[in-house]
């Protein structure tokens, strides 16, 4: 703040002249003293300048409504929801949201340092204040080709920027904890802002020494043992909440009277759909609570625990120098938000969302960049009877298994055998036309005839497509090209469904409601075509993760992701 | 910590080799995560490496002992106990304090930078870590002659060093809500650290704006609701508990099991045998849980609450990474230490020092600097009958009153009066041998003969006396002087006890079991002298104190502290 202005502003808080806005006849949700209490919050150019009477342009009646700070998700991939940093705030926003830590771990795969920029860039001026965690595992392994690499000078480079907060999840754990110089200069990159960790079921002594190395926080705890112990370690755990992993429940138990101050929410990957009908942080704590957490407890983890931790200054409390980001509602019990303020200027109300559209920011360059696309490339030649490593796609789970099978054959080519489920999966490199192609096989879609295909391939976000046939497999990677990234249903030649993903391949330009809606009729003509499982696309864009086990697939072909290295398709 | 350094101890971290220490069947006061329970903490090279099960070249069993983390003060003048800072750690260690913030308001009042830097260079290799708060208010008043003044660019001079935690109390409090660019200068010069408020009283509007100008912490609440209007607005409340501001009692229901976070103990000033006789933060924690308070939320504010609160990274907690500060009890309910260690070394057991002597820094230059000394320069002449202002001494308070009088007079000057003990109180200047010279009277210390002098004299530290008769006064300047600053009783022209403090006139260097009897000579004396006062030469020394009201004398003369301008004797 210019001196003058704060001169201006201090003028206002010792009630010599009127502020800008009052909001009279709060139920103040004072998540720094731990109280709830009736008073007036004084509002001026964006920031809380007094508690108490104060004289104002406007009064804002709340009648004793509740008011408490906008809530904050502390760790999310924004290209998760497929939606642009301005349509997820259409989102979220009328669920509270006012502050999002994001990690652009999925831009970076596919830009680099200009899908940061990008995202940067494009998430200003917004009803949620974005701050961002540099991506620290970009490419995610030596198994997939990326788009990008990211090194700890890169992350030297940007640290600096207010907006930046620290270096995102170290999800090589191993390399952490073993002491490796590459994994230990990124953290030494981040040096005086916040270091987070990913490191799903690890224990004991590992982990001890992969939070010595100086990783602050974790989000991958699905046992509450292993949340207690990473808290006990003086871990940050954050309590993630997402459209698939879903902790929340089990780790509530974590929370007793002497911690909070550790603990966030997060929903690392939430789907557009979800956010919407669901809720955002507001449906953790609506969730937390029913489960017997104190309302205050549950709303201090949702704002100022968040806000301390990721150093947001002036974020998650009601006080004075506090911008004013505030949530009004009428039941401490069911905390449904009914308003939401950015800056004191009122942004949703009643699931409306109000704020303002901010210019548009030019998208990234294309990133669709193939050398193969003919059907011919696909072809599996059998030379003599073998039986083929095929993956299997375990329900509702990110990791797969394998299992032999001998494979349908066709002019001496193993296919697709519908009748056995066993489909092809292909896998084309997208970034640097390297021609790469990897073909296997895959259980657990069901499709009777036609392919599904997808950009959104994780960590590398290389197209992936399965099919029940090598016709429409070509069909729809022509279709995501021409698309410039996406994901299609393709039946017999025809499109049947599609979403356009023209930015970096991951994520929509399109508005909130009509990217809910073609995701809706995507998977709708899925299950036409046979496919069973709950969300085939999300399953589909898993198929790739080389880093979980057991059976992969990616450009460079089939990946053991048990004893980490290629392994081949015929056993 | 160097990669090489940081990669051997990842090793001992995963038990691939021994640690240097481990600390075997420990009762884990864990502040992170809220419990207490048995586990073990290995140390390597004065840091945490693991907790759990290790092997080590050292096993400490401490046989279900409680270990916490070492305790930690949020806001001390480290001059008050008229102590080294060496010998200071000798009277709190063995009370378990590990860190202490200390702000060198005196030191700087007298030395100016000088002073600082040598708090900064005298608190290194000690069993306590010092960080430091930079003196805002060098000098207090405009109505007093200190050794220094300190401008918002000698702060930002100086915030970069890692042991600055920031900016000091802003005792200036109406100059900060009011808004003058001085004290908003010296603000901004903390940006991003820590800004301590110092607002006795202070409550609504104007309180407000003090937080909104970006003050960050107060430690004067001596009413409750004082203190919960404070930490609504976002303050840090330190609750102190020092030799005579003792306000810990009024402010321990403050806390409830959402705000710890929020709080802090601290001493502010307190004298040496005091801090050895009754203890220091441990007293502080003791007296709390008798209140009631959790034995978890008193140490957590003694320990990780003040270390997040000031930035004190690796310390306030007992996880890998943080500094082996250790205390070991064996009663959560008595709370008696039994064991210090300073990075994994035990430095104190059964309230005996057992650390290493650090070099001795050499003291700053002398700071006693008078031009007048003579008796004749305290003579009060009396032109006409009239009524003096003499100041009242309040006991046991910082305050003082103003009360008139008629004079006693001999040869047409006022004097002493013993019988109605109103005294002549005298205060040299003698930073800057400007001659001033400052004579008033003053009511309360009872003297029935002698003087009682000091350089100790807050906030400028002129010389103050105040004697039965001119003659003493002017032994008792003659014999600060030659001791180069001071505290002294004189009767008759004789030395009945002396402190000497040649550390710019406030701090001795002598040990602290010589200060303490050195003390208790001085203050026998002066009850042998007729004084009642239960500690007169602390009450000697805030006579000076401009800013709190009534009536003060300075080297400039009388001040009525209240309307904050220079006054005369005579009414």
Known sequence: MLVRELQRKLSIARGERPAERLFKNANLVNVLSGEIYRTHAAVDDGRVVGLGDYKAKQIIDLKGAYLAPSLIDGHFHVESSMLTTREFARAVVPH?????????HEYANVLGLDGIRYVL????????????????????????????????????????DERIAGVAELMNYPGVYLGAESELAKIEAGKGKNIDGHAPGLRGRNLNAYVLAGVQSDHESTELAEAQEKLRLGMHVLLREGSTERNLATLVPLINSHNAMNCSFATDDKLAGDLV?????????RKATRMGL???AALQIATISTARHYRLRNFGAIAPRYWADFIVFDSLKKLVVRQSYKKGILVAEDGEYLAAEPALVPRPRSTMNLRCQAPGDFKVCLKRAARMRVIEVVPNQIVTRQF???????????????????LKLVVVERHRATG??????VRGFKLKSGALGSTVAHDAHNVVVVGANDADIGRAIEELVKMQGGQVAIKEGRVEAELGLP???????RPLKEVIERIAALNAAARAMGCALEAPFMTLSFLSLSPIPELRLTDQGLIDAVRMRRTKLFA
């Open 277 to 285: 009908s669901e809720g955002h942080i507001d449906h953790c704590v």
């Open 294 to 296: 104190s309302p205050m």
């Open 404 to 422: 032999l099978a001998t494979p349908r054959t066709e002019g001496g080519q193993a296919v697709s055998d519908v009748a056995r489920d066993i």
């Open 436 to 441: 790469n192609v990897g073909v296997g096989f």
């Open 121 to 160: 860039e494009s998430s200003k001026n917004l009803p949620v204040d974005f701050f961002i965690m540099l991506p620290s595992c970009v490419p995610a392994t030596p198994f997939e080709t990326a788009g990008a690499r990211v090194t700890a000078e890169d992350l030297r480079l940007m640290i600096g």
């Open 96 to 104: 509270g949201t006012g502050v999002v830590v994001i990690d652009p």
């Open 503 to 509: 930015i970096a391949g991951l994520v929509s330009d």
